[in-house]
């Protein structure tokens, strides 16, 4: 089997000059920003006033601006345009969690309802700026609702609908919201999922929020309270289907996105209106090669990054047909993505490894039974893709006849930045890797001295060396935090908090976190959040979570738990109680799969955890434990090590 295929060329017609190669397309993109950028925006936005200035960007104190002085509106971009040529066409397709049932609207419908819900968010007094929180799983109604935001000049920030009461209420407070928008419940491979009981469980701690907009999806009975909240669906009726976009400036905020990081609570990272549209839209037009009447299949989200730019925004401004997965990979079996793909007939699917991971141990003929001749591109997103996993989406999926694309990204950077596509035509891509960067996106490696290292054959912390325009702009309500975060770790650099390898042929490989964030099926998850809810039970002392190898989830949780001397009650219990902990105050994809309770933890004399140690011992590396001559007490490693086994 060979480990690289060729992939088609891709052009940029908007960029004036001749460029004998693609390298020297991409070098032009770097060392002229101001000339790619420029014509790229002017053409493929809608400018209700155009720009002056293309950008003015400080990697030092990690201040962007692009396309300063331009004004132009998100849903115009998404919507309008469309309508305009082709108001039949269709723009979302739901796949609906019943299996075989869907529901597809046109770019006239869709935009029906945007200005429907933007008159209702109107109405209940919702300005430009104003922020609102969105917890409903994917629908036809949430991407409506994303962008009657966007029309409004209002910011929302969806919350993954996983999340629980608790972490929904710190994040509403955080963006002190006044309108929440939910439904009544989701439904996710037949499960129901209780999203307005625990919207109300939220919004009971947090008085900012004066409405609650609730849309159907089941039609089950659910608690509503009176004065407060109001049927979605109701209010729109009585509205326009008409309603005037705000022009909004180049960098006014368009949505707030939490992630989490090594510290403190998530971050409710801000992205522009211009700069990420433009990057989004030309990321996902160029890697997955898009052309006019594609129909795209992202199966993310929208709760996540990857939902906002590669199922919303990115499709809908390139004008073509996006779906909406609203199910399970194994619903009702193992082979509902290829059945969706034979029905539908997208040309493109986005997925993430651990879905692939978890279909390539069943039969293959779950796959081969459909008709899959419809896909031209196969994506990976949100962690490391193995090779066996790669190699079964690229033979078995792709019939070794797609583009298999890893694309390596994050929240914070809006959109795609290391992909083998878009390349010269004829280019290689090979197996389980990113490879190259984007047009724009200029990586660097440095070593643990901040020195960078040039050349090939070398391996340090990923960092970008100038800005791009789908950078997230700040923290919401701490820009410090930002700088701190991503800024001063790297004196002019932004740091991705990654680690990478630049090969000998000069790609890109993706080593994982450098810092205590853990990747559990693509949701990522700092290990700070989960050790202070465990921390929270009363006979907890300490804690300390790592992630380890996990078959399907790539990473799974691992906590070592240390309880407060005298503690009588029963170890399963308390177990029990601290999976319920986390489940409440974070969410189900944070409760560790592996509790070892121990005496202490391993300490340095100062009385630093040693986080090496314990990850090596959670992923059964223990010959390679290294120097444990630094610790307090080195008898308590083989304690662990001899327990290790025995964990709950
Ligand atoms: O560690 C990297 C991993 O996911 C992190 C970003 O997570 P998030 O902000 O939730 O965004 C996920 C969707 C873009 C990165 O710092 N990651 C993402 N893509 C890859 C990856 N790791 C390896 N290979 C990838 N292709």
Aim: charged share 25%; aromatic share 8%.
């Amino acid at each position: 089997m060979s480990d690289f295929i060729k992939i088609t060329s891709t052009d940029i017609p908007e960029i004036n000059g001749s460029f004998s190669s693609h390298e020297e397309l991409y070098k032009f993109s770097i060392e002229k920003p101001e000339e790619f950028w420029g014509p790229i925006a002017r053409a493929r936005l809608r400018w209700d006033k155009e720009f002056t200035k293309v950008m003015d960007c400080n990697m030092e104190k990690g201040v962007f601006d692009w396309f300063i002085g331009g004004k132009l509106n998100a849903s115009v971009q998404c919507v309008d345009r469309h309508c305009e040529v082709d108001p039949d066409r269709i723009a979302l397709i739901w796949e609906q969690d019943e299996p075989g049932k869907e529901q597809r609207i046109t770019f006239r419908q869709l935009k029906e309802m945007v200005c429907k819900i933007a008159n209702v968010l109107k109405s209940e007094g919702v300005r430009k700026s104003d922020r609102v929180v969105m917890y409903i799983s994917i629908s036809p109604l949430a991407v409506a609702s994303m962008l009657a935001c966007a029309r409004i000049g209002a910011v929302h920030s969806v919350i993954f609908a996983g999340f629980s009461a608790e972490a929904l209420a710190s994040r509403i407070m955080d963006a002190g919201a006044s309108v929440v928008i939910t439904s009544d419940q989701s439904i996710r491979g037949g499960r129901l999922i209780e999203l307005k009981k625990t919207v109300d469980a939220a919004v009971a701690k947090c008085p900012s929020v004066r409405r609650v907009l609730v849309a159907r999806r089941t039609g089950n009975p659910v608690p509503i309270i009176e004065g407060r909240d109001v049927w979605l669906e109701e209010a729109m009726e009585a509205q326009s289907v008409e309603c005037i976009p705000e022009s909004m400036d180049s960098e006014d905020s368009l949505f707030m996105l939490y992630t989490s990081g090594s510290t403190g609570k998530p971050k409710g990272l801000v992205h522009s209106t211009a700069g990420y549209l433009l990057y989004a839209s030309f990321t996902h037009k160029q890697v997955f090669d898009i052309r006019d009447g594609d129909i795209f299949a992202c199966v993310a989200d929208i709760g996540w990054i990857t939902g906002h730019s590669y199922v919303v925004y990115g499709p809908l401004v390139n004008g073509i047909t996006t779906v909406l997965f609203e199910s399970h990979p194994a619903y009702p079996d193992h082979g509902r993505y290829w059945e969706m793909v034979q029905r539908i007939r997208p040309t493109q699917f986005y997925g993430a490894p651990t879905a692939i991971r978890l279909l390539l141990g069943h039969d293959s003929s779950y796959v081969t039974k459909y008709d899959r001749s419809s896909l031209r591109t196969l994506g990976s997103v949100g962690e490391p893709i193995n090779h066996e996993a790669w190699q079964w989406y690229h033979e078995v999926v792709g019939k070794g006849k797609c583009d298999v694309v890893d694309t390596w990204w994050q929240t914070e950077t809006g959109g795609i930045c290391i992909s083998p596509r878009p390349s010269a035509p004829g280019a290689e891509i090979r197996s389980a890797m990113p490879m190259r960067p984007l047009f724009g996106i200029a990586p660097v490696i440095l070593d643990d001295k901040g020195n960078v290292l040039e050349g090939r054959d070398v391996s340090g912390a990923l960092c970008i060396r100038k800005s791009w325009p789908g950078i997230a702009r700040t923290v919401y309500g701490d820009h410090s935090r930002y700088y701190d975060t991503y800024f001063k770790p790297y004196p002019g650099y932004y740091f991705t908090g990654d680690g990478s390898i630049r090969d000998l042929d000069g790609y890109y490989h993706i080593t994982g976190r450098m810092d205590d964030v853990i990747n559990v099926s693509g949701h990522r998850l700092g290990t700070a959040e989960v050790e202070d809810a465990l921390d929270e039970h009363f006979s907890v002392a300490e804690s300390a979570v790592v992630g380890y190898p996990h078959d399907i989830k790539g990473e799974g949780v691992y906590a070592y738990i240390v309880l407060k001397e005298g503690v009588i009650q029963e170890h399963k219990q308390i177990i029990a109680e601290l999976r319920s902990i986390v489940r409440t105050k974070i969410a189900g994809h944070a409760v560790p799969e592996i509790m070892q309770i121990c005496p202490s933890l391993p300490k340095t004399r100062s009385g630093k955890i040693m986080r090496r140690i314990l990850r090596k011992i959670a992923a059964d590396q223990i010959e390679e434990l290294g120097d444990v001559t630094t610790l307090a007490d080195p008898s308590i490693i083989e304690y662990i090590i001899k327990n290790h086994r025995h964990c709950i």
